[in-house]
Nanobody, 126 residues
């Protein structure tokens, strides 16, 4: 059983950087065949993949956020983090971290992700 827990500020001011951390338990994030991701769910919409970090440390991002998004990891703490810069109220939503065990040069469908954090609400407001 893989456990993921998101943490970070729930309120971010417009134009600032949103920073969230996902702490993973029971498996090392560098373990082969464990691919880590961030999703978000805008109000009234489905889950949206925004980026991933692979066991090698390589990253992939959704084109709609490229230039603003960065995913990094701290292997000593078994954590991976999301940073989203220059936020606007449109970035207000619930953010989730998750895991999938396959990656074939394309982003797996949402239904393939099997372990999820509880989600954390982030509100962008002054």
């Amino acid at each position: 059983q893989v456990q993921l827990v998101e943490s970070g500020p729930g309120l971010v001011k417009p134009s600032q950087t949103l920073s969230l951390t996902c702490t993973v338990s029971t498996v090392y994030i560098t373990t082969a065949f464990h691919y880590w991701a961030w999703f978000r769910q805008p109000p009234g919409k489905g889950l949206e993949w925004i980026g991933s970090v692979l066991p090698s440390g390589s990253t992939a991002y959704t084109p709609s956020l490229k230039g603003r998004i960065s995913i990094s990891r701290d292997t000593s703490k078994n954590q991976f983090s999301l940073q989203l810069s220059t936020v606007t109220p449109e970035d207000t939503t619930v953010y989730f971290c998750t895991r999938v065990n396959t990656w074939n040069d394309y982003v797996p469908p949402t239904s393939d992700y099997d372990y999820w954090g509880q989600g954390t609400q982030v509100t962008v407001s002054s």
